[in-house]
């Protein structure tokens, strides 16, 4: 798994990784935590305009590299607990 694509997905996935500007996704997420404050996948899809399949795999690298952290947990309009995320240092 390259992060953007499952092993089980077909090779024009695989070749379509190198493709994604992943920087510019992480940029966009950024800039709508430091804008909006901490939201969930959801919420950070819909302040990008991005789609959230898009959103939600460049959490984990960003946590990873510490600029942003999991901030607890809230419930999304169906009743679902999902994770909001902050600007790392924005606890």
């Known amino acids: 798994m390259t992060g953007l694509a499952r092993t089980t997905d077909p090779d024009t996935s695989h070749e379509a ?8 996704l992480d940029q ?3 800039d709508a935590l430091h ?3 901490p ?4 919420d950070l ?3 990008t305009g991005l789609h959230r ?8 690298p960003l946590e990873e590299r510490g600029v942003v952290s999991r901030r607890g947990r ?3 309009l169906r009743g ?3 994770i909001e995320w902050a600007v790392a240092d924005a606890k």
Not at 39 to 42: A, H, L, Y
């Open 74 to 76: 809230k419930r999304n």
């Open 28 to 30: 966009k997420i950024l």
């Open 80 to 82: 679902q607990r999902v």
């Open 53 to 60: 399949v898009s959103v939600s795999p460049r959490l984990k």
């Open 39 to 42: 939201g969930s996948s959801e």
């Open 45 to 47: 899809a819909a302040w």
């Open 17 to 24: 990784v190198h493709s994604v500007d992943t920087r510019s």
């Open 35 to 37: 804008q909006y404050g």
